[in-house]
């Protein structure tokens, strides 16, 4: 299909991802594991707009992210749609849904969620839904989130195997495969730009190092463990990445063989590389031991495929920028322009031409939780001000849209970027 | 290399076996615990909270100087307790209820602890009440509450209310510290001092427990 037919959602997208100025600034809202919105919040947005009351479908249960439904997603506005995950952060599949309380709200988790609650109220949860082996997540009483629960079981520091660490890290099944191709006429339908994440190419993200997802993991998957082997392990790091990227580029070949160019996003990794005001290694770390095998997955997809490569960092990264667009990183999530360095008027000047902001649309840590609606329209009004010139800004607020966030301003955020476009919705 | 340079340069490199090595060696020619305390590893450790604040430390830098301060720290520690040495000051440190997260409140202790501080460190998903019996029981100067998510920033506020309501509030000296937590909301819900880094929360640390002993 050419550019000029595609549907104007779609082509916004694309536009903006070329650095074309858009109609309008794109939104997304749950495409991805990194901009989505807390299911709670899903319901809340759900009934505010009149739509019909159901269980909302959670796919990321670790974060309890809300599935934002066709219905949700044409009354908020929104842009993109994502291919859902086929396989949980714990391991399960989502299929066969079944009902599950969330502090009362009732929610849809896949057939193989389990989970048990311990005397204190606590919540955890079992890899793969087997209850023979121990929980691999907790949820504290009364929490919206599960974190995973470190199990350093079979750890001997003088004979580390790499093998061990790459478990979680295999060909991807047939079934996964058909699974990603059987959603696209789905997004297709929807008008919207395809976003896509296979797993396998988050290098090193300290959501995963532990690897909720199995049963019995091995290798290094104690967070402080796997922070200070950064420095102290480096040739086993390597050995871990790169067999990792050589399993991960098979993969995306056969993936890019059965779905072609159908999507126009793929999320690679959402290893973090800042804190709030540093970063968590040196730029020298970074072009050591993450560099090439980021070079070796962007420039295999942009060789092969026209997918746009996203990459989520969370805070002050500005300083592994140049490194990031050296790599082929067309888009950098989700601007945290709260954290130190990362203005956004200097950020848009610096980068913006060759880098797409995916985020910064509103801090999510005290705006958009804990500010008035005022205070949000005109966060957001200035933002999109700062970000929309010449494209290359996806309006997404920083993150994803936390338990608790008052609906009044998700839906102050929404209006801000449609009074920002001249559009009304809903 | 004289020995109390030896063991700064072995906790400023992140080196925990020579760290260990020097300390058990210095120990058996009769150097004093408290002195290679104050002579190396505070010393050392502030250099290293330095240059984490210059970027030419980062996260695995800190924690590599933190272990290696600690081991020597665990062979010194039995010896201080029966020498009777005073801490630079006793701090109970914890993540709030409802949070399980404990890497930043991990750097903040290993900080404290490289300080010069004895740290009672309560964990993750602390209750109230196992703060105030943490006070009660260490008589600690300072309580230092970590928060990561803003759904449980609340938790600081009951914390600090549990902690007035058991008489304890006149007599600590709350900081508070975490990701989306700030200067605000740290006066907001009557904390004493919020810190934005591991190594500023040394700094404070001192402040207010000097402000304690005014």
């Given at each position: 299909?050419?550019?000029a037919?595609?549907?104007?959602a ?11 100025e ?16 807390h299911?709670s ?8 707009y ?8 959670v796919y990321?249960?670790?974060q ?7 219905d ?6 929104v842009?993109t749609w ?7 952060h ?20 896949g ?27 907790r949820?504290?009483a009364?929490?919206?989130f ?6 350093q079981n079979?750890?001997?520091?003088d004979?580390?195997?790499?093998a ?31 976003i ?5 190419t ?13 049963k ?11 922070y200070?082997s ?7 790091i390597?050995?871990?990445f ?45 072009r050591e031991?993450w ?27 500005e ?17 945290q322009c709260?954290?130190a360095g ?12 060759r ?21 949000v ?11 929309a ?7 997404n607020p ?6 608790q ?20 919705h809903? | ?13 992140g ?8 300390t ?13 305390i ?10 290293v909270?330095r ?11 800190l ?19 029966a ?8 701090v ?16 903040v ?23 105030i ?16 998510l803003?759904?449980?920033m609340?938790s600081m ?8 309501q ?49």
């Open positions: 299909m050419k550019e037919d595609l549907p104007a779609r082509r916004r997208v694309r536009d903006t991802l070329a650095h074309r858009p109609d309008r600034v794109p939104i997304d809202l749950g495409s991805t594991s990194v901009t989505g919105i299911v919040v899903v319901a809340a947005l759900r009934e505010y009149g739509l019909p009351r159901q269980p909302v479908k990321d249960v670790s309890m992210l809300g599935a934002v439904d066709a949700l997603a044409a009354a908020m506005g842009d994502g291919i859902p995950r086929r396989r949980s714990y391991g399960f599949v989502n299929e066969n849904w079944k009902p599950w309380r969330l502090n009362g709200l009732e929610i849809l988790v057939g193989g969620f389990e989970v048990d609650t311990e005397p204190n109220g606590d919540i955890v949860i079992y890899p793969q839904g087997d209850r023979s082996v121990p929980p691999s997540g949820m504290p009364g929490g919206w599960f974190d995973a629960i470190i199990r079979h750890f001997d520091p004979h580390l195997d790499p061990d660490n790459l478990e979680e890290f295999r060909p991807i099944p047939d079934e996964d495969l058909t699974w990603n191709v059987n959603w696209l006429p789905e997004g297709e339908a929807s008008g919207r730009a395809i896509a994440g296979f797993g396998g988050g290098f090193g993200d300290i959501a995963i190092v532990p690897a909720p997802g199995l019995d993991p091995r290798g290094i998957r104690d967070i402080t463990e796997w200070v950064l420095r102290s392990r480096r040739s086993y390597h050995a871990v790169e067999k990792q990227c050589e399993i991960a580029l098979q993969n995306l070949k056969r993936i890019h063989a059965a779905i072609g160019n159908r999507i126009d996003v793929v999320y690679l990794c959402g290893t973090d590389f800042g804190t709030q005001t540093s970063a968590f290694c040196s730029v020298a770390t970074f031991l560099l090439p095998y980021y070079k070796a997955i962007c420039g295999w997809i942009h060789a092969h495929s026209g997918w746009k490569c996203f990459k989520h960092s969370c805070g002050s990264v300083r592994f920028f140049e490194s990031l667009i050296e790599a082929g990183f067309d888009i950098i999530n989700p601007v709260s954290a990362m203005d956004p008027v200097r950020l848009k000047k610096t980068y913006g031409g880098l797409v902001f995916w985020g910064g649309g509103v801090d999510t840590q005290k705006t958009l939780a804990f500010g008035t609606p005022d205070q329209r005109e966060e957001v009004l200035n933002r999109c001000e700062v970000f010139p010449g494209g290359g800004f996806v309006f920083v993150h994803n849209i936390q338990a966030t008052p609906v009044a301003n998700v839906i102050a955020m929404l209006n801000a970027v449609h009074e920002f476009n001249g559009v009304r809903a | 290399m004289p020995e109390f340079e030896k063991l700064h340069q072995a906790i400023l490199e080196d925990q076996k020579s760290a260990r090595a020097l058990e060696a210095m120990l058996a020619e009769g150097v004093a615990p408290m002195d290679m104050t002579k190396s590893m505070v010393p050392a450790m502030d250099e909270g240059r984490f604040e210059c970027e030419e430390y980062f996260v695995p830098e924690l590599l100087s933190a272990r290696a301060m600690k081991g020597a720290m665990e062979l010194l520690r039995p010896l201080l307790a020498s009777g040495a005073q801490p630079a000051g006793r109970v440190i914890g993540t709030v209820k409802g949070d399980l997260h404990d890497i930043g409140k991990n750097l202790a290993s900080m404290l602890e490289g300080g010069g501080f004895e740290v009672v460190d309560l964990g993750a998903d602390v209750a109230p009440e196992k703060f019996d943490a006070v009660k029981n260490s008589g600690a100067q300072i309580v230092a509450l970590s928060a990561l803003t759904v449980t609340p506020r009951t914390t600090i209310e549990a902690l007035n058991a008489g304890l509030r006149s007599k600590v000296k709350v900081m508070v510290g975490g990701a989306p937590v700030t200067p605000q909301f740290a006066t907001e819900i009557g904390a004493d001092g919020y810190s934005e880094t591991a190594s500023s929360a040394v700094q404070l640390a001192r402040k207010l427990v000097a402000e304690t002993a005014a």
